[in-house]
């Protein structure tokens, strides 16, 4: 564990370091946010701050080459290079969008090549998570490979609406994934932990940790597309890594009875929260016959604030289901799955109370009104 901390040491260290001379870097260059009105913000603010976090995970990678405990995921490179490969397509991607606001196509296409470079270095869905079913057509383990990575790209990117969201989402989300990870991997391997998806969760974990202070409402900086884009790609890369060792884990080992399949479903739970928002995004602008990428102000984090929640209370609570439904997928490995259901069952309906008080004070209002 500890070799894995020092690694998220290293990418906090250096986002957090980064950030403000990127953040400077961003106003002389008048890469910064107009006031528009589907926005939160009042002021102009500095985007490109994914820059930072981008060699903040860099960093803290070079740092796991070197740790000879890490060295064995860098033995046959191939695979973290098209991973580094893909992040960095992302990445200029995100700072031509956040510099010159480029069509929404453009990102795409850069999207699915990410995906494709994936692929092509041998990180790829091989199993489904339905039953046991293996995916043997290198053609539909590709095809379905590039739609995991843009769904989950997209998804990072449509939450980026409020200061801190992205980040803290994201690494909540990793932080419960690093945890799962680490865990099956040291029951099935009883002398190394060593596996490339807890190596990505800690890395990604430790950048968000960094970049969260410089972020935090009042933020200074914005991740912007650069650094929402940049989240997702590395959790889909981590989410396709573990489908290669699925098999292993149904033959070797069971975790409390959960099935086997459970790698693949737990970074479905982790971007639960991102997923909801793309899909409600999706069809409700495809019901008005809009482009399924154009903005709009109705997301999730618009609705808690339109309904009376200020712009922290809106993050924390959004934090809240995050959590409960990262950390309760994972909790299904180390508890009896009924105690599971009842604890994740108490903390959503309280999560739904919270959520809905606005709702009730209104109501309660209305009533009472003459």
Not at 47 to 63: E, H, N, Q, S
Not at 206 to 217: E, I, Q, R, T, Y
Request: charged fraction near 10%; aromatic fraction near 10%.
């Amino acid at each position: 564990m500890i070799y894995f901390l020092i690694v998220l040491a290293v990418s906090a260290v250096v986002t957090f370091l980064l950030t403000p001379p990127v953040r400077r870097l961003g106003l002389r260059l008048g890469i910064y946010t107009p006031i528009r009105a589907r926005d939160i913000h009042t002021q102009v603010k500095p985007r490109w701050g994914g820059l930072a976090m981008y060699f903040g995970m860099i960093a803290a990678l070079g740092v796991a080459a070197m740790i000879p405990y890490l060295s064995g995921l860098f033995e046959e490179p191939a695979r973290v290079v098209g991973i580094i490969a893909a992040m960095t397509l992302i990445l200029f991607t995100g700072l031509a969008d956040d510099a010159w606001d480029i069509h929404w196509v453009t990102k795409l296409v850069a999207q699915i090549g990410a995906g494709v470079i994936l692929v092509v270095s041998g990180t790829r869905l091989e199993v489904a998570p339905m039953g046991r079913f293996e995916l043997d057509n290198t053609l539909l383990q590709a095809v379905l490979t590039v739609f995991v990575v843009v769904a989950t790209i997209n998804a990072f990117n449509f939450i980026d609406g409020l200061d801190g969201l992205a980040a803290g989402v994201a690494g909540i989300g990793g932080a419960a994934f690093f945890l799962y990870s680490y865990m099956l991997t040291l029951q099935l391997h009883e002398f190394t932990a060593s596996n490339l998806t807890t190596l990505l969760m800690a890395v990604l974990v430790g950048s968000c940790l960094g970049f969260l202070p410089h972020n935090f409402h009042p933020s200074s900086v914005i991740m912007g597309d650069t650094g929402a884009m940049l989240l997702g790609t590395v959790m889909a890369a981590g989410a396709l890594v573990v489908t290669a060792s699925i098999e292993l884990y149904e033959d070797s080992f069971r975790f409390m009875n959960v099935p086997a399949y459970m790698p693949m479903l737990l970074p479905l739970a982790v971007m639960i929260l991102p997923m909801l928002d793309l899909v409600l995004a999706v069809i409700r602008r495809a019901a008005r016959g809009a482009s399924p990428f154009s903005p709009d102000r109705g997301h999730l984090h618009h609705k808690l604030l339109d309904a009376g929640y200020s712009h922290p209370q809106a993050v924390l609570l959004l934090y809240l289901w995050a959590a409960i439904v990262a950390f309760g997928g994972v909790s299904f490995n180390f508890f009896p799955w009924r105690w599971v259901v009842l604890g994740m069952g108490t903390a959503l309906v309280a999560a739904a109370v919270l959520t809905f008080i606005p709702h009730f004070r209104s109501l309660m209002r209305m009533r009472g009104a003459p």
